[in-house]
């Protein structure tokens, strides 16, 4: 097992969690020639990607789509061999609802809808002309999302468009987000612009318009961490629970409690991808500033429930005709928002039926998620019933709760991800990503894991001589 890394025998390179960036990684390196044990704690692969499959409803536990939004996921969805399962949002779901004054009024999507809608006062649509002219902030100033959007935008596009937006990506605060850290492509669309709306136009102009498209399988997200761990194999091992990672001197010890027993191995490099917190109680031996990752311990996950209910269709007055609907603050409920689960993608309900995922808590509310199953289905129905006018007992239920849910880039964040830098600078063929340091999409996770992956292919070349390196793409020489 300890054996050093030859051409015939790869070198090995741990990989630490097994949710989607552990599993690209793991999955791009064997693409590269190069041998990847992934170790995983639970006894499944995907970490928040889940779903609970049940007569004929599916409640995806976690997130519900993934953002095609970069040529590098596309690709990397074809690659795995998922292209043909793609299962795009229906273009019924292209309208989306924000709660305003109780009632639904639908996002505008055209300039046109933007001048006619209802979800902006005259006031604050005019004022949106002025913002080309307003000036941008210092490149390096930490501003939170709120500061950053009344300072462009005004008073009701933060309450109206941004509070609920960040509600639903984050389940976040944006008096407490950082822009720079939170929403990085918002501000480096100022600094480079000097504005939202000529960069927006600038961005349309050279791209041909907005693109991305939103995603799921038939069988839910979880094909795609399925998929992986089907092409990696026995290099999975699931209920690992990696303990510790220490420099030696050929290589990194990852020590790791399997069934009650302790076991340790030697590896080229050690990739992690774990969540905050699981990263910051890791032992680090013989590793410069180590202990400087207990930080990210302070790094705020607040807890959040996601509710599925299923009702026939008689039952909603409303047409669902939508992806969901976003709930501001101001409008004082007790949710975050509904995914119009059965509009979105086809099999999520029976014949006949159809299934809302609503989110509870997040830092607006995190109370409301600890409340117990039957409180928490009293609390969706009321907010439904208001909302949708859904009537009577939903016929299927399922409650997943995230005790720490999404990690929030709150201001000063730079002091997170300055840890894991200095912890990296001092560690070579130790690679820190995962959600708490790239970005907490499914898309940013998967671009993480490639990075992790190019990192550790890298490390590999340098520290190997010339006759030992595998063949494959990434690994040559002549690829440095
Ligand atoms: C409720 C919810 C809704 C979301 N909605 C969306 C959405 O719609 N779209 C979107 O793009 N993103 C969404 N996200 C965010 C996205 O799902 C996550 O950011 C992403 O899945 C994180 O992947 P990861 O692999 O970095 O981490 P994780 O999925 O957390 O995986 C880490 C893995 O490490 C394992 N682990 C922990 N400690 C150890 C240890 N000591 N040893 C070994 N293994 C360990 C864990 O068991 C876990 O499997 C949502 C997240 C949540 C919680």
Same mark, same amino acid.
């Given at each position: ?219 839910? #997200?979880?094909?795609?961490? +399925?998929?992986?761990? /089907? %092409?990696?194999? =026995?290099? *999975?091992? &699931?209920?690992?629970? @990696? ?95 509904? #995914?119009?689960?059965?509009? +979105?993608?086809?099999? /999520? %309900?029976?014949? =006949?039926? *159809?299934? &809302?995922?609503?989110? @509870? ?120």
């Amino acid at each position: 097992m300890d054996s050093p890394p030859t051409a015939s025998a790869p070198a090995r390179i741990a990989i630490l969690g097994g949710g989607i960036t552990g599993l690209t990684a793991a999955w791009t390196l064997r693409r590269a020639g190069l041998a990847p044990v992934v170790f995983e704690q639970s006894d499944r692969v995907g970490g928040a990607i889940g779903v609970v499959r049940r007569d004929g409803w599916l409640h995806e536990l976690g997130p519900n789509s993934l953002l095609e939004g970069s040529p590098e996921v596309a690709a990397f969805i074809d690659e795995i061999g998922l292209g043909p399962r793609r299962l795009y949002a229906a273009p019924a779901a292209k309208q989306r609802y924000i709660v305003r004054d109780g009632q639904l009024v639908a996002m505008p999507t055209s300039p046109g809808g933007f001048v006619g809608t209802k979800l902006f006062s005259w006031r604050a649509k005019l004022g949106l002309l002025g913002e080309p002219f307003r000036g941008r902030s210092p490149a390096d100033a930490e501003e939170s999302v709120a500061d950053f959007v009344l300072r462009r935008l005004g008073r009701e596009f933060l309450d109206y468009a941004i509070n609920p937006f960040v509600g639903g990506v984050y389940a976040g605060d944006p008096a407490l987000l950082s822009v720079r850290h939170a929403f990085p492509k918002l501000h480096a669309l100022e600094q480079a612009h000097g504005s939202l709306i000529r960069g927006a136009l600038a961005r349309r102009n050279t791209s041909g318009g907005p693109k991305g498209r939103i995603f799921s399988f038939p069988d839910g #997200l979880p094909e795609m961490p +399925l998929a992986l761990a /089907r %092409a990696l194999g =026995g290099a *999975v091992r &699931l209920n690992h629970a @990696v303990a510790s990672v220490g420099r030696v001197p050929d290589g990194w010890r990852v020590t790791f409690d399997a069934a009650g027993t302790r076991g340790a191995e030697t590896f080229a490099a050690v990739v992690c991808a774990l969540p905050a917190g699981a990263l910051a109680a890791l032992k680090f031996e013989n590793v410069p500033a180590g202990d400087g990752l207990a930080i990210l311990r302070e790094i705020e996950h607040p807890p959040v429930a996601s509710v599925f209910t299923g009702f026939r269709r008689e039952q909603v007055a409303h047409p669902l005709d939508g992806f969901g609907v976003l709930v501001p603050q101001v409008e004082r409920r007790q949710i975050l928002g509904t #995914l119009f689960s059965s509009t +979105l993608f086809p099999g /999520r %309900a029976p014949e =006949g039926c *159809v299934g &809302l995922t609503t989110f @509870v808590g997040g830092m607006r509310d995190p109370q409301l998620a600890r409340l117990d199953e039957a409180e928490l289905l009293r609390v969706v129905q009321g907010e439904l019933a208001g909302l949708f006018g859904a009537k009577g007992a939903p016929v299927f239920t399922h409650v997943q709760r995230w005790p720490r849910a999404i990690p929030q880039y709150t201001l000063g964040y730079q002091r997170f991800k300055s840890a894991i830098d200095a912890v990296q600078a001092g560690a070579p063929g130790l690679l820190i990503g995962g959600n708490a340091r790239d970005g907490i999409s499914l898309a940013n996770c998967i671009e993480s894991g490639r990075r992790l992956a190019k990192a550790a292919a890298e490390h590999i070349v340098r520290a190997l001589p010339a006759s030992d390196l595998p063949p494959g793409p990434g690994a040559g020489r002549q690829n440095r």
